[in-house]
């Protein structure tokens, strides 16, 4: 069983910052993609970044266009935790985020191919 367990959301004004982790445990955790998701009110939940493992130490990186160049996907080895960077916040990045692990070599964007998901973590931007 693997669990994942999402922190770090919170109120903050647009312009500003946050910086949410996701720790995971009970499966590997080097060669396993991350990936972050968030779901506004009344809409679907949709893809926001991951990252899969390539090679050693090297991980690719995914973003959608709409937090490109403003959310940065990273992670710590030694701390089986996930981290999303989030920049230049705008009150439309309004959203429950979620964090979900996948262990099989599925689509990194899609979320059925996700096997595992934390409980999510509110972020509101203010205007």
């Known amino acids: 069983q693997v669990h994942v367990v999402e922190s770090g959301g919170g109120l903050v004004q647009a312009g500003g910052s946050l910086r949410l982790s996701c720790a995971t445990s009970?499966?590997?955790?080097?060669?396993?993609?991350m990936g972050w998701f968030r779901q506004a009110p009344g809409k679907e939940r949709e893809f926001v970044a991951a990252?899969?493992?390539?090679?050693?130490?090297?991980?690719?990186?995914y973003y959608a266009d709409s937090v490109s160049g403003r959310f940065t996907i990273s992670r710590d080895i030694a701390k089986n935790t996930v981290y999303l960077q989030m920049n230049s916040l705008k009150p439309e990045d309004t959203a429950v985020y979620y964090c979900?692990?996948?262990?099989?070599?599925?689509?990194?964007?899609?979320?059925?191919?996700?096997?595992?998901w934390g409980q999510g973590t509110q972020v509101t931007v203010s205007s």
């Open positions: 990252q899969k493992w390539a090679t050693s130490s090297t991980y690719y990186a």
């Open positions: 009970g499966r590997t955790f080097r060669t396993v993609t």
């Open positions: 979900a692990a996948q262990y099989s070599s599925g689509n990194y964007f899609q979320l059925r191919e996700y096997e595992y």
